[in-house]
């Protein structure tokens, strides 16, 4: 069984981290210092201007610590690892499976059932912990219901592309409703990108950002499925 250990995030600015013996030793500007034994982490990121001593990166990587390094926006930059060891044929496999139309879109069913379940379980806690006076959110629910019905049958990559716009559409056309801020600032009329309009788009993309960041720190450490090839959108 595989142990779940812990990510450290490094986010003040102007810190730098040491290896204390078996430990990793964050120092502030202003004297502050934190201990953290490595033997609970799988993984160190850094925001923007924080440095790290060779010694640390070194030891992390004898442990098989994963250390990356991003912007102060949280735009990657790099990753600090060690030597990593690989299951070349699950990998072989991966990418035939990427490449056979019907194995794909048999996984990216899956991904994708998984993925309406959860946005329909975040819109039922809400309802049921909170108020809906529009409906809103109950209308959004049942959209939801209704894409994942599609989804008892086959479908081709295509049609499941679609099945994906159209319930991200509606989720996050009720995402509104879902804030519990009533200032200006925490309103959204929709999603937008490039650039991100308001602090609810802007927080969207940075807390996918930091997800994917964990989940590809995590599959480079074990060395078992490359993070690139596409499934659903080619």
Known sequence: MKRLLN????????????REGEAIEVRREDGARTMVPM???????????????????????EKGISVGFLS????????????????VLL???????????????SITHGVLAGKLANQRTVLRRH???????TGALASTEDAISRALTQLDRPLDVDRLRGVEGDAAACYFGAF????????P?????????????????????FGLMWHAQARLLAR????????YPPFLWR
């Open 7 to 18: 990510t450290l995030y490094v986010t003040t600015p102007g810190s730098y981290l040491y």
């Open 39 to 61: 033997i609970a982490l799988e993984g160190l990121v850094a925001f923007g201007s924080v440095g790290a001593s060779p010694h640390m990166l070194g030891h992390c990587a």
């Open 72 to 87: 102060d926006t949280g735009r990657f930059l790099m990753r600090v690892e060690g030597p990593v060891s690989g299951n």
């Open 91 to 105: 990998r072989r496999a991966q990418y035939r499976a990427a490449d056979d139309p019907l194995r794909a879109a």
């Open 127 to 133: 309802r049921r912990d909170h108020t809906d006076p």
């Open 176 to 183: 509104a409703a879902m804030i519990r801020r009533d200032e």
């Open 185 to 205: 600032e925490w309103r959204i009329a929709g999603r937008s990108r490039r650039p991100p309009l308001g602090r609810v788009n802007a927080l969207l993309p």
């Open 220 to 227: 480079h450490l074990r060395g078992d499925l490359d993070a």
